[in-house]
């Protein structure tokens, strides 16, 4: 059941939305003040510059380097989710600049917060509540019944989404490892050499994935695929025990039947990736404990900490590693 909080924050938001006007803008904008509009698709880079400035201004803050230059260019899974969910981005417009961004997602009866940025300069100016509020409502339009995000540690970000009825469940650790600690995993599964290249195929991923995240996602893994992703199928008993795609270094998303069948997909994935004496990386959350201790046994280094919090609990989240903060 939505706990009250929930109930009451999206009874508010679609009150709110209801007074939407017409030309995607949710509040007619006061004089001088930024006003909350659809992102078209000419937008995306100006909004991707929003998303960087933020995201480096939290690092630097924080003592750590800048992630991405300035310039960046936008991420294609960004790109996928306005491609998908049109209707669930937003930004802030001040005198024709954007000062702010939103993203969100709904698979099934999910609703996801993929992105929600302010420029630095135009932080603490209520423009994050705003743009939160145009979001809610497109899950509750499209009938959405749970809640979550991926967060940072910015205790402001977190109060909001509290507010909106989400709750901590467990951390997400960035994991990055080199060739030698991809080795001892591999040594450590025992991979047989068949299962470091063994392809997977689409159809049975898309309903293992539906099975453990607990809704479709056959959009999302078809764009994976077809932005250069590769999946490693693990077999047992002549069906698909796991699988786990990678991108270039990048691990996820993988899914398995087990635990032990997850770790050796994932483990195959990361072979794959190291296969040339690189690096890998992978975004891991606490609910997949035994992936993560193995992980961390053979020596990938937590690089990065986030949170993960929900209004519940949804599918079987210890089976399921995410692709990464925007789809999920």
């Known amino acids: 059941m939505i706990d009250a909080v929930y109930r009451a924050e999206s009874q508010r938001v679609v009150a709110r939305s209801a007074a939407q006007a017409g030309g995607g803008c949710y509040d007619a904008p006061v004089s001088g003040e930024p006003h909350i509009r659809k992102v078209r698709p000419d937008d995306l880079e100006e909004v991707w510059r929003v998303h960087v400035a933020a995201s480096n201004d939290l690092l630097v803050r924080r003592g750590r380097p800048a992630a991405r230059p300035a310039d960046a260019p936008v991420a294609s899974d960004a790109r996928a989710g306005l491609a998908s969910d049109p209707d669930g981005y937003f930004c802030a417009v001040d005198e024709g600049r954007i000062s702010g961004m939103v993203s969100a997602l709904v698979r099934g009866r999910v609703w996801y917060l993929s992105m929600l940025f302010v420029l630095p300069g135009d932080q603490g100016r209520g423009l994050g509540r705003a743009l939160l509020e145009p979001a809610l409502a497109y899950g509750e339009a499209r009938g959405a019944e749970v809640r979550f995000t991926w967060a940072t540690l910015d205790p402001r970000a977190h109060a909001r989404y509290v507010m909106a009825g989400m709750a901590p469940r467990w951390p997400i650790y960035r994991l990055d490892a080199d060739a030698a600690a991809v080795a001892r995993l591999e040594a450590r599964v025992g991979l047989e050499p068949r299962e470091r290249q063994a392809p997977c195929d689409p159809d ?59 770790l050796h997909a994932v483990a195959a994935a990361a072979t794959a990736g190291a296969s040339d004496g690189g690096s890998v990386t992978m975004r891991v959350p606490g609910a997949c404990a035994s992936l993560l201790e193995a992980l961390v046994g053979c020596g990938f280094r937590i690089a990065e900490l986030a949170v993960f919090l929900a209004s519940r609990p949804f599918g079987r989240p210890e089976l399921y590693l995410p692709s990464g903060p925007i789809l999920y």
């Not at 899914?255 to 032990?260: H, I, L, M, S, T």
């Open 204 to 262: 049975t991923a898309e309903k293992l994935t539906a099975e453990v995240f607990g809704h479709d996602r056959a959009g999302d893994l078809a764009h994976w695929r077809g932005d250069g992703g590769a999946a490693v199928a693990i077999g047992r008993g002549g069906e698909l025990a796991a699988f786990a795609c990678r991108r270039g270094q990048r691990i996820g998303p993988a899914a398995g039947r087990d635990e032990p069948a997850l």
